[in-house]
């Protein structure tokens, strides 16, 4: 399938997809959401593929929703647009997504970093959630996912007052898993996909989701979710090739089921 937008490529089992509208700071319009959606299912689907970086250019991750597409569109337009479902469907990807983030990482931008499971950031990044100069709030996750990552006083301050992180700060608050320099943000975030991508496939996916249930349900309710899905990797293959590794003193051949 081919892009306007984005740009993909594979680089051993990781797939990468690059936001590419550089003289737009990368604002996520609609094209670029549907886009993404596409490409990230068909990593999804491709058992070639283990893990995904999703990632900008060096000034920005993404600048947030394209404020000039937004701008004309009713309450009504946003409840019914497919820009709204493109947020949802990245939710479901199943295989493990890590956000490679230089520069600006700004209102949609922020939220899409924190809609993947794990953030590396260049010394460069910068998040915030700026919705309300606009005079709006964020739409995608921000006051709740946000707020989960960094604590009440940090996101009160974020959507209330437009105030930005520093990619330090953003570590500090653990809304970012690492900083690295600039020119290697890219190169770890791959480096870093692609060992998760070697590892056991079906229970990396599973391990997604059960980390993910620890956002919506009560401790007692996620340690059952938890309990019924590791019951669950006792009927794959990979849990006897795993163990059978372990006891005979050799590498692990996963199969992916
Ligand atoms: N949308 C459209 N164009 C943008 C943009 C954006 N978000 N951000 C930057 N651009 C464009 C600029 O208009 C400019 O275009 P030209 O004037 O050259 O045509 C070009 O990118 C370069 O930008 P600047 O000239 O402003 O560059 P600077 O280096 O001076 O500043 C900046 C960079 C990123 C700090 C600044 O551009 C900026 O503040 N941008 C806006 C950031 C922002 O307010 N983001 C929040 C947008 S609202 C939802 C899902 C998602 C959302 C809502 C709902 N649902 C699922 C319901 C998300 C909402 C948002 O993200």
Redesign the pocket.
């Known amino acids: 399938m081919s892009y306007k937008s984005i740009l993909v490529e594979t680089k051993n089992r990781v797939g990468v997809i690059t936001i590419n509208r550089p003289?737009?700071?990368?604002?996520?319009?609609g094209q670029v959401m549907s886009e993404m959606v596409a490409a990230l299912q068909a990593f999804d689907a491709d058992d070639a593929i283990g893990a995904m970086v999703l990632t900008g250019n060096e000034?920005?991750f993404?600048?947030?929703?394209?404020?000039?597409?937004?701008s004309g569109k009713s309450a009504s337009d946003?409840f019914k647009?497919s820009?709204?479902?493109?947020?949802?469907d990245i939710r479901k990807i199943k295989k493990p997504i890590i956000a490679a983030v230089s520069?600006?990482a700004?209102?949609?931008?922020?939220?899409?970093a924190m809609l993947c499971d794990m953030i590396v950031a260049s010394e460069t990044a910068?998040f915030?959630?700026?919705?309300i100069?606009?005079g709006?709030i964020?739409?995608?996750?921000?006051t709740q996912r946000l707020t989960r990552a960094v604590g009440k006083a940090i996101a009160m301050e974020m959507v209330l007052n437009d105030r930005k992180l520093s990619a330090e700060e953003a570590l500090a608050y653990g809304l970012v898993n690492r900083v690295v320099p600039a020119e290697r943000y890219l190169d770890e975030a791959i480096s870093l996909a692609q060992a998760i991508a070697e590892r056991a496939p079906v229970a990396a996916q599973i391990g997604k989701e059960a980390v993910n249930q620890a956002f919506e349900t009560s401790l007692t309710e996620g340690v059952y979710v938890e309990r019924r899905l590791f019951n669950f990797l006792f009927a794959t293959e990979d849990q006897s090739e795993g163990m059978a590794a372990f006891i005979e003193k050799r590498k692990a051949n996963w199969q992916g089921r």
Do not use: C, H, T, Y
């Open positions: 003289k737009a700071m990368n604002a996520l319009n000034r920005a993404a600048a947030g929703a394209d404020i000039k597409e937004m946003m647009g820009f709204v479902d493109a947020w949802d520069g600006w700004l209102g949609g931008g922020s939220e899409l910068k915030g959630q700026p919705e100069n606009l709006i964020p739409g995608a996750g921000g």
